[in-house]
């Protein structure tokens, strides 16, 4: 077993000649470890990713890096570039996040993608990712889509949770996402219009092969009555891993609304309980209206064949959300009391 050197701790007359010898990117990790990572993102723009650091006295670290071989520092005013010599430029993030004890990217943002330039030797060696996000403004044109799709391949391996927009992805790679072992998937859907093409609408069949802990779909596409479905065949043990699903229905929620949702189910009401919240991914999960006049207008309680519970929740607007409960009834650490 080795001792660490407490270098930092030599006295001043001493550490500045060891310094003086040192290549810079050594100094820079000796005055790393002194700073407190609260978290990382990445940003993927163009032939560039852009690393941010951001640490617990609200000052951020930036490096970004480049496909011709070389990082950009900086650092308050200071600004470095220096080139990688053939080491992966990726390399330089990890070791960074290594050096301030930071486990994972916090969010991998894909902005922009480049047509000519292919950004896939950047991403060489990426560490875990708890998020990543594609933003819905990207071109729709074969190139850009091509690209994407390999860097999702990239990606999506080493991640946690994905958010998109419904129609930056090919039918063929959105089944991928959906039977994915993610904790968390978001979709975002353009709000229906009735000269919208059925199949830019997410269906049942989008919901049944999904495999994910929690799915949230914004926008007002989804039909009653694949809701109502979905419901059955979870009631059936499909998608077994389900914490939480939250959909936007295509019509405003009304009784008869609520009874085609509820159809078949043998559900049984319970009173509505705006302070009841639930525990999502270890996390507290309370009903957030999307408009301040929405609410909750009914709550109801299903049980799957093998005796697990879920509740409904229901909005005078479009909004259901579906929490299913812990495995063990006599499990209340994923339920907070009243």
């Given at each position: 077993m080795?001792?660490?050197?407490?270098?930092?701790?030599?006295?001043?007359?001493?550490?500045?000649?060891?310094?003086?010898?040192?290549?810079?990117?050594?100094?820079?990790?000796?005055?790393?470890?002194?700073?407190?990572?609260?978290?990382?993102?990445?940003?993927?723009?163009?032939?560039?990713?852009?690393?941010?650091?951001?640490?617990?006295?609200?000052?951020v670290f930036k490096l970004e890096l480049y496909m011709s071989g070389h990082v950009e520092l900086r650092y308050g005013q200071d600004v470095l570039l220096w080139s990688t010599m053939?080491?992966?430029?990726m390399d330089y993030s990890v070791s960074i996040m290594d050096v301030m004890h930071c486990k994972s990217i916090h969010q991998f943002t894909i902005a922009k993608i480049s047509v000519e330039c292919n950004i896939l030797p950047l991403l060489v060696n990426l560490p875990k990712i708890d998020k990543v996000v594609v933003?819905?403004?990207?071109?729709?044109?074969?190139p850009v889509k091509s690209r994407l799709c390999k860097v999702l391949r990239t990606v999506l391996p080493v991640s946690s949770a994905v958010s998109f927009s419904f129609d930056v992805l090919h039918p063929k790679h959105l089944r991928?996402?959906?039977?994915?072992?993610?904790?968390?998937?978001?979709?975002?859907?353009?709000?229906?219009?009735?000269?919208?093409p059925n199949y830019n609408m997410f269906s049942l069949y989008d919901?049944?092969?999904?495999?994910?802990?929690?799915?949230?779909?914004?926008?007002?596409?989804v039909k009653v009555e694949d809701v109502n479905r979905y419901f059955?065949?979870?009631?059936?043990?499909?998608?077994?891993?389900?914490?939480?699903?939250?959909?936007?229905?295509?019509?405003?929620l009304g009784s008869e609304v609520i009874n085609q949702i509820l159809k078949g189910l043998n559900p049984v009401q319970i009173p509505i309980r705006t302070e009841r919240t639930f525990r999502v991914l270890g996390n507290i999960k309370q009903f957030i209206p999307e408009d301040s006049y929405e609410k909750i207008a009914a709550e109801f309680d299903i049980t799957r064949i093998d005796g697990r519970t879920a509740t409904i929740r229901i909005s005078n607007y479009t909004k259901v959300c579906f929490y299913v409960w812990?495995?063990?009834?006599?499990?209340?650490?994923?339920?907070?009391?009243?």
């Amino acid at each position: 077993m080795t001792t660490a050197f407490p270098l930092l701790r030599l006295p001043y007359l001493v550490l500045m000649p060891i310094l003086e010898q040192m290549e810079f990117m050594d100094r820079m990790f000796l005055k790393l470890l002194k700073m407190k990572c609260e978290y990382t993102t990445f940003q993927l723009k163009y032939g560039t990713i852009e690393m941010e650091v951001f640490l617990d006295d609200f000052e951020v670290f930036k490096l970004e890096l480049y496909m011709s071989g070389h990082v950009e520092l900086r650092y308050g005013q200071d600004v470095l570039l220096w080139s990688t010599m053939g080491v992966p430029p990726m390399d330089y993030s990890v070791s960074i996040m290594d050096v301030m004890h930071c486990k994972s990217i916090h969010q991998f943002t894909i902005a922009k993608i480049s047509v000519e330039c292919n950004i896939l030797p950047l991403l060489v060696n990426l560490p875990k990712i708890d998020k990543v996000v594609v933003h819905s403004d990207l071109y729709d044109v074969s190139p850009v889509k091509s690209r994407l799709c390999k860097v999702l391949r990239t990606v999506l391996p080493v991640s946690s949770a994905v958010s998109f927009s419904f129609d930056v992805l090919h039918p063929k790679h959105l089944r991928e996402i959906f039977k994915g072992n993610f904790d968390a998937v978001t979709v975002i859907l353009k709000d229906y219009y009735d000269d919208m093409p059925n199949y830019n609408m997410f269906s049942l069949y989008d919901l049944r092969r999904t495999n994910t802990k929690t799915l949230e779909v914004f926008g007002e596409v989804v039909k009653v009555e694949d809701v109502n479905r979905y419901f059955k065949l979870w009631m059936k043990k499909c998608n077994p891993r389900l914490e939480y699903l939250e959909v936007t229905s295509r019509r405003e929620l009304g009784s008869e609304v609520i009874n085609q949702i509820l159809k078949g189910l043998n559900p049984v009401q319970i009173p509505i309980r705006t302070e009841r919240t639930f525990r999502v991914l270890g996390n507290i999960k309370q009903f957030i209206p999307e408009d301040s006049y929405e609410k909750i207008a009914a709550e109801f309680d299903i049980t799957r064949i093998d005796g697990r519970t879920a509740t409904i929740r229901i909005s005078n607007y479009t909004k259901v959300c579906f929490y299913v409960w812990p495995e063990s009834t006599n499990d209340t650490t994923n339920i907070e009391p009243n």
